[in-house]
């Protein structure tokens, strides 16, 4: 059973930035897909970014130029460099892994951007 773990989020100014860092553990191989999304109340969980084992990437509009995913495929870990944050990327923040054609999510961590 793969089990994805979150890290990183917490409360920052407007203009701030934080390092999300996520850990997928209990696999064998290397993960196709590992990403992060969004969500917030009332609305549906979006995409921020998304790496594939080969480095291909993927970004929301909102997030391009600001946010920057890389990952450790050797250790299954993903992380999302956020920068130039603005109160609307508050948001819990989700990892999820695609790992042999299952999808796998964490738990979440609270992003808040707020003065």
């Known amino acids: 059973q793969v089990q994805v773990v979150e890290s990183g989020g917490g409360l920052v100014q407007p203009g701030g930035s934080l390092r999300l860092s996520c850990v997928a553990s209990?696999?064998?191989?290397?993960?196709?897909?590992m990403g992060w999304y969004r969500q917030t109340p009332g609305k549906q969980r979006e995409l921020a970014a998304v790496?594939?084992?080969?480095?291909?990437?993927n970004y929301a509009d909102s997030v391009k130029g600001r946010f920057t995913i890389s990952r450790d495929t050797a250790r299954n870990t993903v992380y999302l460099q956020m920068n130039s944050l603005r109160p609307e990327d508050t948001a819990v923040y989700y990892c999820?892994?695609?790992?042999?054609?299952?999808?796998?999510w964490g738990q979440g961590t609270q992003v808040t951007v707020s003065s």
């Open positions: 999820n892994s695609i790992h042999r054609g299952r999808s796998y």
């Open positions: 209990g696999t064998t191989g290397s993960i196709a897909l």
């Open positions: 790496m594939s084992s080969g480095g291909a990437t």
